[in-house]
């Protein structure tokens, strides 16, 4: 049974930062890009970062270009979300997704990702 577990979420203030953690079990991990996503409330989820199951690749969304880093332990089966300078538009659920390495379709779309964890909520306060 696949599981994929985000922790790290919490409140924190405008300007501060968090890092996501993504603990993967039930599948070969090194066998699948990962990537982040999140939705706010009263919007469609959205693309944040992806990293290839090698790490040797990566891609983010503009908005958090320069202020996130994706990164990946392989051999501890986690993938990791880095967040500096906050904003209150980065406020989310945020959710890490695994899309199976060589899988068809973009991975910075939601439908090239076979599993989902269940999110970890951000808050930034102004």
């Known amino acids: 049974q696949v599981q994929l577990v985000e922790s790290g979420g919490g409140l924190v203030q405008a300007g501060g930062s968090l890092r996501l953690s993504c603990a993967a079990s039930?599948?070969?991990?090194?066998?699948?890009?990962m990537g982040w996503f999140r939705q706010a409330p009263g919007k469609e989820r959205e693309f944040v970062a992806m990293?290839?199951?090698?790490?040797?690749?990566?891609a983010y969304a503009d908005s958090v270009k320069g202020r996130f880093t994706i990164s990946r332990d392989n051999a501890k089966n986690t993938v990791f979300l880095q967040m500096y300078s906050l904003k209150p538009g980065d406020t989310a659920v945020y959710y890490c997704a695994a899309a199976l390495r060589g899988g068809g379709g973009s991975r910075l779309s939601e439908s090239a990702y076979h599993y989902w964890g269940q999110g970890t909520q951000v808050t930034v306060s102004s």
């Open positions: 039930g599948l070969t991990f090194r066998c699948y890009d």
């Open positions: 990293i290839n199951w090698s790490g040797r690749s990566t």
